[in-house]
DNA sequence: AAGATGCACAACCGCGTCCCA
DNA sequence: CTGGGACGCGGTTGTGCATCT
């Protein structure tokens, strides 16, 4: 059974937005706010369908967006991070104030991925290009061994070196996080490859259980203002709530289910046992510890 | 000067998830 | 429990600009 059309087609404006649009739109959400996407375009006079509006607002009209190139310091933190969640864009740029999924995506598509190649990094694996790899990476290799040729990298084994990621971002977890030294990623990197090639060398099979030590498991990850931010949980959700239920709610299970803000084990996958140590502190976030596993965006 | 090609990025599309009746 | 609406995400496409030939 298909889903109904999020709006009716024949009356909305496609393609690039006018001026006029964007001032609309701007002056609606000054007045109005964010939210009720379906409902917005009618009300602010726009023949645009909500989706678009959405988009348009987030990924250009949003005031706190920062424009300009990319520093150095970001772009190795997106490959950290790419590291350590795989193509989660939305992820990636809660970790980066002032930057959208979409922006990061594609510079990553556009520029880390040559940076990378340069580097002789595979840029889905974070791996040395060469062909002495493991048999669990021999697939996705066999794609990215045409390491000049980007668009051939375009394939289900994309997909299956995120997922894979993420598995092995999961199977870290398992460890609690405190008894994970917080190197850095190039020294894990250094070190890593050696020991996990040779162990995969060795038994010809990577199994679930193994893990992968170059993975930087610090997962206070970001840029370093951040860290200090007093967060200000601003998000519609929480101003529905009764009073009593705000502060149980803020949870680290509850924010979890909130794209705008990420805790990292939960959207892994890691749930209920003491790595996740976010749940371990109880059921109350606090300034200090909220910013280890998140950062509103509207905040 | 003009067409071809490549690049960057804004925007779209389809699907998954959450929530609620 | 289930179906549908709304939202968000990731992948993909379209388009304008820059550079090359």
Same mark, same amino acid.
């Given at each position: ?18 001026? %006029? +649009? *964007? %001032?609309?739109?701007?002056?609606? #959400?000054? @007045? ?26 987030? /990924?250009?009209?949003?005031? *706190? @967006?920062?424009?300009?190139?990319? &520093?150095?310091? %970001? =772009? +190795? $933190?997106?490959? /950290? ?19 959208? =999924? ?13 940076? $990378?190649?340069?580097?002789?990094? *595979? ?5 040395? @290009? ?30 299956? /070196? ?23 990623? *190039? ?35 970001? $840029?370093?203002?951040? $860290?200090?931010? #007093?967060?200000?949980? /601003? ?27 990420? !805790?990292?084990? !939960? ?18 976030? &606090?300034? =200090? ?11």
């Amino acid at each position: 059974m298909g889903r109904s059309p999020c709006c009716e087609k024949e009356h909305t404006n496609k393609g690039a937005w006018t001026k %006029e +649009e *964007d %001032e609309r739109l701007v002056n609606y #959400i000054k @007045l109005h706010g964010e939210g009720c996407w379906r409902s917005l375009p009618k009300a602010a006079g726009l023949l645009r369908c909500g989706k678009s509006c959405r988009l348009r607002w987030i /990924n250009y009209l949003r005031p *706190d @967006l920062k424009r300009g190139n990319f &520093t150095e310091e %970001e =772009d +190795e $933190l997106i490959i /950290n991070l790419h590291n350590l969640l795989g193509n989660k864009w939305s992820l990636i740029a809660a970790r980066l104030p002032g930057r959208t =999924d979409n922006e990061i995506k594609n510079y990553w598509n556009t520029h880390i991925k040559r940076k $990378l190649y340069s580097r002789g990094v *595979d840029p889905q694996t974070h791996r040395p @290009l060469t062909s002495s790899t493991t048999v669990a990476t021999t697939a996705s290799n066999s794609a990215t061994g045409t390491a000049n040729n980007t668009s051939n990298n375009k394939t289900s084994s994309d997909n299956n /070196n995120s997922k894979s990621c993420l598995f092995e971002v999961q199977n870290y977890m398992t460890a609690p996080l405190m008894q994970v030294p917080a190197g850095t990623i *190039d020294a894990n990197v250094k070190a890593g490859n050696e020991s996990a090639e040779e162990s995969n060398s060795s038994s010809g099979v990577t199994t679930s259980e193994e893990v992968f030590p170059e993975l930087n498991l610090e997962l206070s990850i970001g $840029l370093p203002y951040q $860290l200090h931010q #007093i967060p200000s949980i /601003n998000i519609k959700e929480l101003r529905q709530q009764p009073p009593q239920q705000k502060q149980q709610q803020v949870s680290c299970e509850w924010y979890g289910n909130l794209s705008q803000g990420a !805790c990292l084990y !939960c959207h892994s996958g890691f749930q209920n046992t003491q790595a996740c140590s976010c749940k371990a502190m109880g059921t109350t976030l &606090t300034a =200090d510890n909220i910013y280890r596993y998140y950062r509103p965006l509207n905040s």
